[in-house]
């Protein structure tokens, strides 16, 4: 199958086909993304918490997200690779703006960039917009505005953030964007704006009424124990089964079982007799 553009993600939306994302943020964690169908891959900035260890997303930067995303998006022949503007990428001048997009599809290969763009930035989405970069929206909860907020809160509830969710939805559609993430909304107001916009909506946190959904991979695998969202959902729990092998591993080196003779290699007596003629015996 042909890898996934902008109009094939449209399609999926006009078809009523579910869409379906993951995050990823490394070359074989993409690949079995990819070969596993999924339609979306965003590389976040969330890569700040759950692989460098940092207590928010704000420590990404752009050298940071370029190198984890040339590493997805060489992994990807199917899969559409989405770049997640870092926080201090986006919030100076359209000139920086514009060079950072460009820096994730000239550098790292992606196929389109993301960011959380507020009223006060439609500017710089229209610039991107614009330029030729496909652009993914983002509304309710900004991990950006972390700060801001007072912590990570579902957003929506009441009229003012539920007005400001509509606003920014239909402020980001008429400047272009592709797609609009959906994170930590209310199912009914994801549901009435869904129906509102033209472009395909994905949720992470905002209901299943949205054209897609969204999850950070690492929630999805039990790979990142320090915080989880309750709308994660977690399939498998591989942080567990690799404590497991590490433990398992550990024993059989101190006990003697590894390296068995089947993981060594052979050598043949008349070599190993000259080494011994040439260097002395033990």
């Known amino acids: 199958m042909s890898k996934h553009t902008v109009k094939t993600i449209q399609a999926m939306r006009d078809n009523n086909e579910t869409i379906t994302m993951l995050t990823a943020y490394d070359f074989p964690t993409a690949k079995k993304v990819n070969d596993a169908g999924i339609d979306m891959i965003l590389v976040g900035d969330s890569c700040a918490m759950v692989v460098h260890g940092h207590p928010n997303t704000l420590t990404a930067t752009m050298d940071m997200m370029v190198l984890h995303c040339g590493s997805v998006a060489r992994a990807c022949d199917r899969t559409m690779v989405i770049a997640d503007m870092p926080f201090g990428s986006f919030q100076y001048s359209i000139?920086?703006?514009?060079?950072?997009?460009?820096?994730?599809?000239?550098?790292?290969?992606?196929?389109?960039?993301?960011?959380?763009?507020?009223?006060?930035?439609?500017?710089?989405?229209?610039?991107?917009?614009?330029?030729?970069?496909?652009?993914?929206g983002h509304v309710g909860l900004h991990p950006q505005a972390v700060g801001a907020l007072g912590g990570l809160k579902a957003q929506g509830r009441d009229i003012d953030s539920a007005r400001k969710v509509v606003s920014e939805a239909l402020a980001l559609q008429e400047a272009?964007?592709?797609?609009?993430?959906?994170?930590?909304?209310?199912?009914?107001?994801?549901?009435?704006?869904?129906?509102?916009?033209?472009?395909?909506?994905?949720?992470?946190?905002?209901?299943?009424?949205?054209?897609?959904?969204?999850?950070?991979?690492?929630?999805?695998?039990?790979?990142?124990?320090?915080?989880?969202?309750?709308?994660?959902?977690?399939?498998?729990?591989?942080?567990?089964?690799?404590?497991?092998?590490?433990?398992?591993?550990?024993?059989?080196v101190k006990e003697g079982?590894?390296?068995?003779?089947?993981?060594?290699?052979?050598?043949?007596?008349?070599?190993?007799?000259?080494?011994?003629?040439?260097?002395g015996e033990i």
């Open 95 to 136: 000139e920086d703006t514009m060079k950072n997009a460009a820096r994730f599809v000239t550098e790292a290969g992606v196929d389109g960039v993301k960011f959380e763009a507020t009223p006060n930035h439609i500017e710089k989405t229209k610039a991107v917009v614009q330029m030729g970069i496909a652009c993914v």
């Open 257 to 279: 079982v590894f390296p068995a003779k089947e993981h060594s290699y052979g050598m043949s007596d008349e070599v190993l007799d000259m080494i011994i003629k040439e260097f």
């Open 176 to 252: 272009g964007v592709f797609a609009i993430i959906f994170e930590a909304v209310p199912e009914k107001l994801s549901d009435y704006v869904t129906k509102k916009l033209s472009v395909p909506t994905i949720s992470i946190g905002g209901g299943p009424k949205c054209s897609g959904q969204l999850l950070v991979t690492p929630d999805v695998l039990g790979m990142y124990d320090n915080f989880t969202p309750s709308f994660a959902k977690q399939y498998v729990n591989m942080g567990q089964m690799m404590t497991d092998t590490f433990t398992l591993y550990a024993k059989e």
